[in-house]
């Protein structure tokens, strides 16, 4: 969490330099701050090192092989790769409208008194260990897909071809919800946030002009606010990428290509997570490549979103809360 | 001086305006319901993102406390068949661990928070990116760095790998929270300080830190809250323990740990530990966090 202060003004901070000069206490105020650029380009480059001997070996194209067979060294990541990527668009494509609804209303629509409470509430998702989501999800949600979700799914939208195969409970969908539900609240958090920090002159001109309520969050705020809710989004993909032990646990761990969304598949991180175990040789090789290439998606989504929610936070005064 | 007369039907712009104004008349009605009806799909929305909460707070209670007893509290974990487990081991693993990792990161995080809130220039905002991408990388790959700097070095799993994992989680956490109770102490007490022919580091020690010494608090409850529910990271560099082990040079047991072990077995009386596990994780991070808010929200109200 951070909230944005107040900079001290000038003359403060030429009175501070005018002070003795402390050498060893910035050196060691540098020394800190230095510890995260540091640890970021050693996370890399570790992960990069133990990485190598995979790709030494197999190329780079076992990135994208679709057989993952251990025990006959094929190590194709091309199915978990897959899966990351449909958990995820699961996840987003329902935290999105269902996130900028809530953040819409604990930003301008509920009562005011409740807003500061019931936005703490929509946070405390975020505070559950990712490893309960697991445990909910597998014993909780899993029987109550299987026996209503998705077959009500199934008659409803089967003609898409995409729920095929028998209801199972675990499986893709299972874990995209879990994930929604995970991701929910960095997406309401930085939306709300942002919607808020949207300028008073420009809602109250609109109001002026004789827009109804709706017009003035559709016309005026949401696109004023349209960088901020593209960070949040990003924030809530980086996220969703790289959750691991939920996603280990209600996903049903399969090496194949997932034919239905209701079929068990892996992620990169549940395949990490659930071979590393046994994993040796060139196998743990692959898993470390598999890492990195997690990492630096990572970084790259976080730094993109970053960048993003920074601009609004620049622009608009309101503290912009990451949870 | 002439009077200008008003005549909308000569005037382009008052003629327009009247139209317009014949258009938004006639659409009001309109555009009313459909504001209404959007309204109530956002605040539905709302209450589709409550009940994850109240379901999973609820549903974990029900299935937790029932495995609450004094076994639960007193006994390492058992193997499936043999009665009266618990998780003592676990209990004292994940408080040796986040412990080691609260003390290695509180004194960097505080650093790092003095060198943010002093300095405004590119420096300070690389560090600040760099810490915002380290709170959003993949914690599993946390756990990966781990295990390839502190397992493969010293050659065994161990709570101090853990520790170092966990610590690399909560460290950010705690430098933003540093900085912004550092930033929140008045300028005139450090002028005051400085005036008084005092070095930065003499301020920074007797004067800055103390008063931002509730908001440096509030900082390690978030900092603990984040890093005691984390599992990812754990899984690579403790490897977990049944048997109590309070030496964190060896194998160590903790409790999210506990909880994923015991969540994928298929034995009835394991996973109802997990669950006992869980709620008991569950409350302490909840309990935290909320805490760690109303500190933050209390003084914010005092320093106004």
């Given at each position: 969490m951070s909230i944005s202060g107040s900079p001290s003004p000038g003359t403060a901070r030429r009175t501070w330099r005018l002070a003795v000069p402390d050498r060893t206490y910035r050196i060691l105020l540098g020394v800190a701050g230095g510890i995260f650029a540091a640890l970021l380009i050693a996370f890399v480059v570790a992960m990069a090192t133990q990485a190598v001997p995979a790709f030494s070996k197999l190329g780079v194209s076992f990135l994208w092989g679709s057989n993952w067979d251990p025990a006959h060294n094929h190590f194709g990541v091309l199915p978990f790769a897959v899966g990351t990527i449909e958990t995820t668009v699961i996840a987003v494509a329902l935290a999105v409208p269902i996130g900028l609804g809530t953040a819409l209303a604990l930003a301008y629509l509920a009562p005011r008194r409740l807003r500061a409470p019931l936005s703490t509430a929509v946070e405390l998702l975020a505070a559950v260990p990712s490893v309960v989501y697991g445990l909910w999800g597998l014993v909780a949600v899993a029987p109550l897909f299987r026996t209503t979700v998705e077959p009500q799914l199934t008659s409803v939208l089967g003609w898409t071809g995409?729920?095929?195969?028998?209801?199972?409970?675990?499986g893709l969908l299972l874990a995209g919800v879990i994930l929604f539900i995970m991701v929910l609240p960095t997406m309401v958090a930085i939306s709300r946030d942002v919607l808020a920090a949207v300028p008073h002159d420009q809602v109250e001109g609109a109001m002026a002009l004789g827009a109804t309520r709706w017009q003035v969050l559709r016309k005026v705020i949401v696109p004023g606010a349209r960088v901020g809710l593209l960070g949040a989004f990003t924030l809530a993909t980086g996220r969703a990428l790289g959750e691991t032990v939920a996603v280990a646990l209600v996903?049903?761990?399969?090496a194949h290509l997932a034919p239905s969304l209701k079929a068990n598949a892996g992620t990169i991180p549940s395949l990490i997570v659930s071979s590393f175990g046994e994993a040796s040789g060139t196998q743990l090789n692959v898993l470390f490549a598999a890492a990195l290439v997690l990492l630096v998606v990572g970084i790259g989504v976080n730094a993109l979103a970053r960048v993003f929610v920074r601009s609004v936070k620049r622009s608009g005064a309101a503290s912009v809360t990451v949870a | 001086m002439s009077t200008i007369s008003f005549d909308s039907s000569l005037d382009p712009i008052l003629s327009r305006r009247a139209a317009i104004q014949k258009i938004a008349a006639s659409s009001i009605a309109r555009r009313k319901v459909y504001s209404k009806v959007a309204i109530s799909v956002c605040l539905l929305c709302l209450v589709v993102a409550l009940i994850p909460l109240v379901a999973i707070i609820t549903y974990v209670a029900a299935k937790g406390i029932p495995a609450w007893n004094a076994d639960f509290f007193t006994q390492v974990t058992k193997p499936e068949?043999?009665?009266?487990?618990?998780?003592w081991n676990a209990i004292v693993g994940s408080l040796i661990i986040d412990g080691i990792a609260v003390a290695a990161s509180v004194p960097f995080g505080i650093l790092g928070g003095l060198f943010l809130a002093e300095s405004d220039g590119p420096a300070a905002a690389a560090v600040r990116f760099s810490a915002d991408i380290l709170t959003g990388v993949p914690s599993i790959t946390i756990g990966i760095f781990g295990y390839i700097v502190w397992v493969k070095t010293v050659g065994s799993y161990s709570g101090f790998a853990g520790a170092f994992a966990i610590a690399i989680i909560m460290l950010p956490v705690i430098m933003r929270a540093a900085e912004t109770a550092i930033r929140g102490v008045p300028v005139t007490l450090r002028e005051a300080g400085l005036s008084l022919g005092a070095r930065r580091s003499t301020v920074a020690r007797r004067v800055v830190l103390p008063a931002a010494l509730p908001g440096l608090l509030t900082g390690v409850l978030l900092a603990v809250a984040r890093g005691a529910g984390e599992t990812a990271p754990l899984l690579f560099t403790?490897?977990?323990?049944q048997f109590f082990q309070a030496n964190p040079t060896k194998a160590m047991e903790a409790l999210p740990q506990a909880i994923y072990t015991y969540s994928s077995q298929p034995y009835n009386d394991l996973i109802q530990i997990a669950w006992g596990a869980a709620l008991l994780l569950m409350v302490v991070i909840l309990v935290l966090n909320v805490g760690s808010r109303l500190m933050a929200a209390r003084l914010r109200r005092e320093r106004r």
């Open positions: 995409l729920l095929g195969g028998p209801n199972q409970g675990v996903i049903g761990n399969s | 068949g043999i009665p009266n487990g618990g998780v403790i490897f977990g323990n």
